[in-house]
């Protein structure tokens, strides 16, 4: 079965230039303060000195590095007991399927080879 589609001339197709807005734009900034007007050829000026506040005490940045490296050995922890955890069911999972099937030599037997 042909496809209907509507064949198309050269001349239906048609490219829109783009063409930037001369008006101004205007922004309102977070924290209250009075909007940017940004015109044409202008850059606003970006100072991110009016977010600042006083700080009463120093940053502490040894308690910081400490609760970083906390945080990592907690990350790490969950991580290796994630993995463990998900190997130990894999291995509960294939004994189980073994049993299931029937077999009766579905344990795990460890060998160990002695050297005299």
Same mark, same amino acid.
């Given at each position: 079965?042909?496809?209907? &589609?509507?064949?198309?001339?050269?001349?239906?197709?048609?490219?829109?230039?783009?063409?930037? &807005?001369?008006?101004?734009?205007?922004?309102?900034?977070?924290?209250?303060?009075?909007?940017?007007?940004?015109?044409?050829?202008?850059?606003?000026?970006?100072?991110?000195?009016?977010?600042?506040?006083?700080?009463?005490?120093?940053?502490?940045?040894?308690? &910081?590095?400490?609760?970083?490296?906390? #945080?990592?050995?907690?990350?790490?922890?969950?991580?290796?007991?994630?993995?463990?955890?998900?190997?130990?069911? #894999?291995?509960?999972?294939?004994?189980?399927?073994?049993?299931?099937?029937?077999?009766?030599?579905?344990? &795990?037997?460890?060998?160990?080879?002695?050297?005299?």
């Amino acid at each position: 079965m042909k496809s209907q &589609r509507p064949i198309a001339a050269e001349e239906e197709h048609r490219v829109v230039p783009f063409r930037p &807005r001369s008006s101004p734009v205007r922004r309102v900034a977070e924290g209250g303060s009075p909007p940017i007007q940004l015109h044409r050829r202008e850059q606003p000026t970006l100072d991110l000195s009016r977010y600042e506040q006083p700080r009463e005490e120093p940053d502490d940045f040894r308690h &910081r590095i400490l609760a970083n490296i906390a #945080a990592i050995a907690f990350t790490v922890a969950l991580t290796a007991i994630g993995i463990w955890l998900a190997m130990s069911i #894999a291995d509960l999972r294939k004994t189980q399927d073994c049993l299931l099937t029937g077999r009766r030599d579905c344990a &795990r037997i460890i060998t160990e080879t002695y050297t005299p």
